[in-house]
């Protein structure tokens, strides 16, 4: 069964740090997202994207967070100077129509 | 704007008895409702969804849930639970022409031996 992908699984930086996230939907999925989880608390949305623009984001995701799609397999989420509190896991995830989200392992962002 | 409220944070019950995970949403137009399961360390798995069509949707391992749109409610019942139900199940919302998906906070499921 296909899946979404997600690397690193973890990802150890120091604050002000640019990191990169990565992704790799489902194949033939034309929708993509960004979520994170800060430990305990709920998922929240941060981005979607479609048709190689965003479609619509969050309070969240201000100018210090980017999504691409460099080439036709991943996705990815660059963070541009790592806070504290951007801690959390971050969950991709992709759906063929807009109904049914399918989602990655997740990447453990861990900001010292 | 739309919402999910999952009231009760944790639910702990023993095996092989039912249980109830509710959810409530508040929005204006129509919507797509979804339970999300993630056990310990992991991603998050689709356990069912409404879409349209009949209120009562299962998943393939006993939960159910019935879309009442009186009482804007989403709640999710499995008759009896297994050890291994052990796990937080999320709540979702999506409002029909949209791209976002709002999630509660979660219900945090232990079965008890």
Redesign the interface.
């Known amino acids: 069964e296909p899946e979404v992908t997600q690397t690193p699984s973890h990802q150890v930086t120091q604050m002000g740090q640019e990191v990169i996230l990565r992704c790799v939907p489902i194949s033939n999925h034309l ?1 993509f ?1 960004w ?1 994170r989880q800060i430990l305990g ?5 941060l981005v ?1 994207f ?1 048709n190689n623009e965003i ?2 984001k ?1 309070e969240i995701f201000d100018d210090q967070f980017s999504v691409e799609r460099p080439d036709g397999s991943n996705f990815t989420l660059k963070i541009r100077s790592t806070k504290l509190e951007d801690s959390a896991m971050y ?1 991709c995830a992709s759906t063929g129509r ?9 990447t453990r962002l861990t900001v010292l | 704007a739309q919402s999910v409220t999952q009231l009760d944070s944790q639910v702990p019950v023993f095996e092989e008895a039912p249980v109830e995970l509710r959810c409530n949403y508040s929005s204006s137009v129509s919507v ?1 409702l ?1 339970w ?1 399961v993630q056990y310990p360390n ?5 356990l069912l ?1 409404y ?1 349209s069509g009949s209120t009562l949707v299962e998943s393939i391992n006993g939960f159910e849930a019935e879309f009442n749109k009186s009482q804007t409610s989403f709640h999710l019942r499995k008759p009896s639970v297994h050890i291994s139900d052990t796990a937080e199940y ?1 709540c ?1 919302v ?1 409002t029909s022409g ?9 219900t945090r499921l232990k079965v008890l031996a």
């Open positions: 929708y997202y979520y608390q709920k998922v929240e949305f979607s479609y479609s619509e969050s969950f807009i109904d049914t989200q399918y989602f990655g392992p997740g | 797509y979804f999300y992991q991603g998050l798995q689709l969804k879409l999320f979702a999506k949209t791209y976002k998906y709002i999630f509660g906070t979660g």
